[in-house]
């Protein structure tokens, strides 16, 4: 696994943010992509976030992120 996927997850703590809490989870979800791909879109990630808020959202957004990094988009919607 990558090293720092690997540290991310590991740093996380539950729990973390309210499951209703879309703005939390999507701040998370993009803090967390950044960090994974500096070169990444600010606007393409917050697109991602939100799709993956939608399918995901009751997963811990780092977790969601780092998969998503990893493997892409985690549903074909």
């Known amino acids: 696994m990558n090293d720092s996927i690997e540290a991310e997850l590991l740093a996380v703590r ?3 943010l309210d499951a209703q809490d879309e ?4 701040d998370r979800y993009v ?7 500096a070169t990444l879109d ?5 697109a991602a976030a ?3 808020w939608r399918a ?3 997963a811990h ?3 969601v992120a780092c998969l998503e990094h990893e493997l ?4 074909d919607d």
């Not at 803090?31 to 791909?37: G, H, K, N, P, S």
């Not at 892409?72 to 549903?75: K, S, V």
């Open 61 to 63: 957004p780092a977790a």
């Open 42 to 46: 600010p606007e393409r990630a917050v």
């Open 31 to 37: 803090a967390v992509r950044a960090r994974l791909d």
């Open 72 to 75: 892409g988009p985690l549903d």
């Open 23 to 26: 703005p939390a989870w999507v």
């Open 50 to 52: 939100r799709h993956a």
């Open 14 to 16: 539950l729990p973390v």
């Open 56 to 58: 995901h959202g009751w």
